[in-house]
T-cell receptor, first 112, second 116 residues
């Protein structure tokens, strides 16, 4: 599995953009980058994913570098409800099972 | 559309007892996953069903854990006999079958298991 590296914590002012970085230098060509978050003790919530191109949906944008060795999740206008642990995950691509390998993630605190 | 549901939300049992957790995936989702987070640790994969078949059970910790998905609909995870180290939150997730690693998983709220 490709391993990911994220900062343990970040702060962001409410209403500002939150930019969460992730390094995945050993990613292989057919592996996707996924972002999930876990708000307090709820179940993890899917945010966005991508392979090569940048992606945007109603929640966030995902910027993947051209060499695919790193990516950034962007929450354009962070709110207090975005306070959560954010996980950058590179999908396991073997044996037909797409298990998610969660690391420690980045604890994002949105500050009023 | 209903999301992934899990029952019970909390369970407190004594060491040596049996507990059965249930997961109802999103309707039409062939893939069903079990994960757990034990105290202070990261969320870990347990196993993956495609319909009623076990696709990958490499994360199951030992033979005290038995997962089933009869008929390819809901799934149960039984722990027998439960040990103290089994305490944690058990999450279920489901996803559509696309055959690709382009397959977001939708998680349930989890079952918090406490073994005394």
């Amino acid at each position: 599995d490709a391993k990911t590296t994220q900062p343990p914590s970040m702060d962001c002012a409410e209403g500002r953009a939150a930019n969460l970085p992730c390094n995945h230098s050993t990613i292989s060509g057919n592996e996707y980058v996924y972002w999930y978050r876990q708000i307090h003790s709820q179940g993890p919530q899917y945010i966005i994913h991508g392979l090569k191109n940048n992606e945007t949906n109603e929640m966030a944008s995902l910027i993947i570098t051209e060499d695919r060795k790193s990516s950034t999740l962007i929450l354009p206008h962070a709110t207090l409800r975005d306070t959560a642990v954010y996980y950058c995950i590179v999908t396991h691509s073997g044996a037909g099972s797409y298990q998610l390998t969660f690391g420690k993630g980045t604890k994002l605190s949105v500050i009023p | 559309e209903a999301g992934v549901t899990q029952f019970p939300s909390h369970s407190v049992i004594e060491k040596g007892q049996t507990v059965t957790l249930r997961c109802d995936p999103i309707s039409g989702h062939d893939n069903l996953y079990w994960y757990r987070r034990v105290m202070g640790k990261e969320i870990k994969f347990l196993l993956h069903f495609v319909k009623e078949s076990k696709q990958d059970e490499s994360g199951m910790p030992n033979n005290r854990f038995l997962a089933e998905r009869t008929g390819g609909t809901y799934s149960t995870l039984k722990v027998q006999p439960a040990e103290l180290e089994d305490s944690g939150v058990y999450f279920c997730a489901s996803s559509l079958e696309t055959g690709l690693a382009d397959n977001e998983q939708f998680f349930g709220p989890g079952t918090r298991l406490t073994v005394l």
